[in-house]
């Protein structure tokens, strides 16, 4: 029983690695993938204007770059994992707002092009407007999922070592007495 369970944590933790980690991937192979990303950041950001919002759209897309790197490595790794997994549980439900952002501008976009499309071209339009709509629902939805993994992960111990946070404390404990 005991290799089944080791087998369960770690295919969950390759699983998790993985969606976080070959996103990170995906989303900063090159120049341009980095540039929607940002873009696409700033989604989260509508009511910001000014040159205050550059620096908060540019600053939340390397902060969530920078938490699914350290949480995918740290929960792929076992590193303390339950650090990686309320990094990454952080960045997921973060990705619930964003997947309805990007709902919101993709209905957004295609109500204002729809009186500039033929005819003959708005069935297409509407197939693409509803393939987005659709798309990241459905994105939201899978994020659902994930943030229960990523609070399975904090809730149940991936390795028999206890956390570094408790073994520091033990031995500054310890030092004080």
């Known amino acids: 029983m005991e290799t089944l369970n080791s087998i369960g944590w ?4 390759a699983s998790i690695g993985y969606v976080y ?20 950041t700033g989604y989260m950001f509508p009511n910001l204007t000014g040159q205050s919002r550059k620096l908060v759209i ?9 938490m699914m790197f350290v949480g995918g490595i ?10 990686g997994a309320a990094l990454l549980l952080l960045f997921t439900a973060i ?7 990007e709902r919101e501008v993709a209905m957004a976009v295609a109500e204002k092009i729809q009186g500039s499309i ?3 071209l708005k069935l297409d339009l509407t197939t693409l407007q509803w393939s987005a709509y659709s798309g990241h629902f459905s994105s ?3 994020n659902w999922a994930l943030c229960g993994m990523c609070a399975g992960v904090i809730g149940w111990s991936i390795s028999p070592n206890p956390p570094l946070w408790v073994v520091l404390s033990d031995r500054i404990a310890g030092l004080i007495k």
Not at 95 to 101: A, F, K, V
Request: charged share 20%; proline share 2%.
């Open 10 to 13: 770690l295919s969950i933790r």
């Open 21 to 40: 980690l070959y996103a990170l991937y995906m989303n900063t192979r090159d120049a341009a993938a980095r540039q929607w990303l940002i873009e696409h």
């Open 58 to 66: 540019l600053l939340a897309a390397i902060g969530g770059m920078l």
């Open 74 to 83: 740290s929960v792929l790794l076992a590193i303390e994992p339950r650090v």
């Open 95 to 101: 990705g619930i707002y964003q997947h309805r952002r």
């Open 118 to 120: 033929a005819d003959s």
């Open 140 to 142: 939201g939805l899978k």
